[in-house]
Structure formats: C-alpha cells, structure tokens
C-alpha cells in the first residue's frame, strides 16, 4: 500500500468533512415554536383561590379497595401494555434516526471462481498465440465505511421528529393512564351508587310488607276492604320488580371494572359484591387555572407534540431539494490465491468524498413538501381543536358538579320531609283519620324520593371525577 497516497486522500477528505460540518450549523424548514392559544381568563369555579390538584385524587375516597383497583390497573390493563409498547416503538424509532447521523462500517468477504470476457476493455491486447486465462479463482475480505454529512439539517430534522413523537407517544401513554384511573374511579362510584339504591329499595320492601301485612289484618277482622289489599300488594310487587334491574346494574359495574384492571369478568364479584356506602363528597373542591389545565393535560401534549413532530418533518421534506455529501471508503485484500490473500501486496484500498443530488424527480420532492406542510397545518388545527375541547370540557363538568350539588341538597330535604309524611300517614290511617291512598301515596313517593337522592349523589361523585379527569389529573401515578 502507498501510505503516503492514503495518508494525502484521508487528509483531503477530512478536511472536507471539516468543511461541510461547518456548515451544518444551518437547516432548512421553519423552526418549531409552540403556537400561543388564547385561554379563557377564568373558568366556572366556585369563588375560591386555585389549589394543587392531587395526583391521587381517589384517595378523597378514603378507599382502601379503590387504591388496590388503580395500583391493579396500572401493572395489568391491557390498554396500558398496549401505550407502553407503543412507546418503546417511539423511542426505538427515535434511535434508528439518530442512527443515521453517524459513520456506517460493514464488513464482507468473498471466496469463489470468476470468469473474465476477452473483450473486456479493462484487458489489455495480448501478443498473438498468448493463451487467454478467463477463468480464475478470487478471495477478497474487507471492510467498507460511508458517512453522509448533514450539510442542510434533513437528518437533524428527522431526529427532532422522532423525538417529539417519542414525546407525543409518552403523552398518549399518560393519556391511557388517566382515563383507565378515572373510568375505574366512575364505575366504582356508580357500583356503590347502585348497591345504595338496592339497598333503599329493600328497606321500603319491608316497609310496604309490613303495610300489607297490617291491611290484610284488618280485612281478616272486617275493618278493611278487600280494594286495599290489592293496593298494598300492588305497590309491594312494584317495589320488588325493580331489584332484578338493579342487580344487573350492579354485575355489569363489577364485570367493567373486572376488565379495566385486567382480569376475567367475574374476577372480583365477590369482593366487590359485598355492600359499602357511598362516601361523603368532599366540601373543598379543588381548582386550577387555565394554564395548568393546559400543561398539565396528556392530551394537549401530545397534540402540541404532535405538531412539533409534523413541522421537523418540513425540513426533512426541504433538504431533498439540496445535494447530499458523504464520505466514503474501502480497505480490503484481494488476491487470485488464498495463500497470498493475506500478504501485503493483496491490499487494495479507496478514500474520497462523494455527491450525489437529484436534479429532476418529476416534480415528487415539491410534493413531498407540500404534502408535509399540509399535515402540519392539520395538526395545528387539531392541536386547537383539542385546546378548546379541554376548556369546553372542564366548563361543562364544573357546571354539572355545582347543580348536583344542589339538587341533592334539595333532594335530602325533600327526603326528611317524605319520611316524615309517611310516618304521619300511618298513625293518621290507624287512627281513621284518613283513607289508605294517602299511605300508599307517601311510602310511593318515599321510594322514589330516596332512589332519586341516592342517584344524584351518585351523579355528584361521577361529575367530581370527571372534573379531576378534566384537569388532567391522574396519570403522574
């Protein structure tokens, strides 16, 4: 080998590389900046300065159960190892973009037999009556090396997407997170809603069944009529057709939650069967402002990286338009015997820079770019859609929150006052001061009066978790 000759390509060749390095500085396509969204000065909270958001925020519960639900969930839903793989993706395509930045060595090998054309003009005239070799054997080994210098940024444009959609799939996955946390949290809630309901509508069973139990007694002994009877029972058999509704109600709660924290259906039936109370809801109400909605909301980040991604891939898009720079070179041994391969008179080497640029595509490249900044404008818009869906949404929750809350407050006075009429009916109607319709009307409107509160206090949980969901609590767990 001529070190001196390869010595000389090396250092013309770095110093281009140098060069070109240089003006790597520069890259072509429009830089990100977040867009800056107009948020609303204030949202519908009750009067009150903002406070933190818990993480946590099931834990207003006071549920033991609850917690051991969500920390179930966040090893074994399915949907969570799904946005978990889905991340991995991201970041190993992160990786292989970034891969493409730096120098690619390969290595090869060849042992065979060849067979050469006469005519070749790489054969040089033989004298006449000299024979022709054509065939011949060859060993070659090697190694081969390539760089493309990133002289207009397409690569580093294609980096900064792949990071801002690892970002975007990190989001989406802290998305999963917090809707799987708040759907167990109201599944749960309308569990024991129900349970409360069922539990109400046997307590007036036996109410009504000691009702008709004293009415038949009275037909027995003549101071009844028999019109009565059929009243009472009537009403008791109304009652009771509403128990089978209820139970189907409480299995379908048992077989969602079952689900989303990864198990069969009937999994957890008989531990989530057993009766417990709804809770208290907690007087203070936890607020935010619009900017911590906004930062603190999976979804908005990932639209916004979203966008940050799509603009990267303009420049990407952009740099087609450029020649593209590499370095690259060969060193290897060749030689017609295997016993010489290995001698230094077999080495054969290459070292220079090289161009290449596509100077007509029919139009594809500008396409391409077209294409690309279409799709950016989409993700910008939709990165507004989603700005605004939020605050439609945390507007919407606090006004449904602040009106079941006085409508239970409502519903628990009229509750007083029904138990009360009916209390007051039956010693009027033993005492035959009234007739029995006015019993039968006040234990009827207790039943109804006492399932409305327990839904709307149902209601008033659902609409509290769906506002701490809409602040984009949850996923930091």
Not at 310 to 330: V, Y
Request: net charge negative; proline share 5%.
């Amino acid at each position: 080998m001529n070190h001196e000759s390869f010595h000389r390509g090396l250092r013309y060749s770095l110093a281009l590389g140098i060069l070109c390095l240089m003006w790597t500085a520069c890259s072509v396509g429009p830089d990100y900046e977040a867009p800056d969204i107009q948020t609303p000065a204030a949202l519908g909270f009750e009067t009150g300065p903002p406070t933190p958001l818990p993480p946590t925020w099931w834990a207003l519960l006071e549920d033991p159960l609850m917690e051991e639900l969500m920390q179930r969930a966040l090893t074994n839903n399915h949907d969570l190892k799904i946005a978990q793989a889905r991340l991995r993706e991201a970041r190993a395509g992160r990786q292989a973009a970034a891969s493409t930045n730096y120098p690619t060595v390969g290595a090869s090998g060849f042992a065979g037999r060849q067979r050469q054309s006469q005519n070749s003009p790489n054969i040089p005239p033989l004298p006449p009556g000299t024979p022709f070799e054509a065939e011949s054997d060859l060993f070659r080994t090697g190694f081969d090396a390539a760089w493309e210098i990133d002289v207009f940024g397409g690569t580093r444009r294609s980096i900064e997407g792949a990071d801002a959609r690892s970002e975007a799939a990190s989001a989406r996955l802290n998305e999963v997170v917090r809707t799987i946390l708040a759907e167990i949290a109201l599944n749960y809630v309308e569990l024991r809603g129900i349970q409360e309901r069922q539990r109400t509508t046997l307590k007036n069973i036996n109410i009504q069944e000691d009702t008709r139990a004293f009415v038949e007694n009275r037909f027995q002994s003549g101071l009844g009529t028999e019109l009565e009877l059929a009243q009472a029972l009537a009403q008791l058999r109304t009652t009771q057709a509403a128990l089978p509704g209820l139970e189907a109600g409480i299995r379908a709660r048992i077989y969602q939650i079952s689900t989303l924290v990864g198990d069969s259906p009937g999994a957890w039936l008989d531990t989530l069967s057993a009766y417990q109370p709804l809770p208290d809801i907690p007087t203070a109400i936890t607020r935010d402002i619009p900017s911590e909605v906004l930062r603190r909301r999976p979804d908005v980040q990932g639209a916004e990286r979203t966008l940050a991604a799509e603009t990267a891939d303009i420049g990407a898009a952009i740099a087609d338009f450029f020649p593209k720079f590499s370095l690259t070179g060969g060193l290897a041994l060749e030689s017609g015997e295997s016993s010489s391969l290995f001698e230094s008179a077999s080495q054969t080497w290459s070292f220079g820079p090289g161009i290449s640029w596509a100077l007509f595509q029919g139009g594809r490249i500008r396409a391409n770019v077209d294409a690309q900044e279409a799709q950016a404008e989409a993700a910008l818009a939709q990165y507004e859609k989603v700005v605004l869906s939020v605050f439609q949404e945390v507007e919407t929750v606090i006004v449904e929150h602040n009106r079941e809350r006085e409508t239970s407050l409502r519903l628990e006075s009229a509750l007083n006052e029904t138990s009360r009429s009916v209390e007051l009916s039956r010693v009027l109607y033993e005492e035959g001061l009234t007739d029995f319709l006015s019993v039968l009307d006040a234990e009827g409107r207790l039943t109804l009066v006492e399932d409305q509160y327990t839904q709307s206090k149902t209601r008033e949980w659902t609409s509290l978790i769906r506002l701490y969901k809409a602040l984009g609590g949850g996923w930091e767990v």
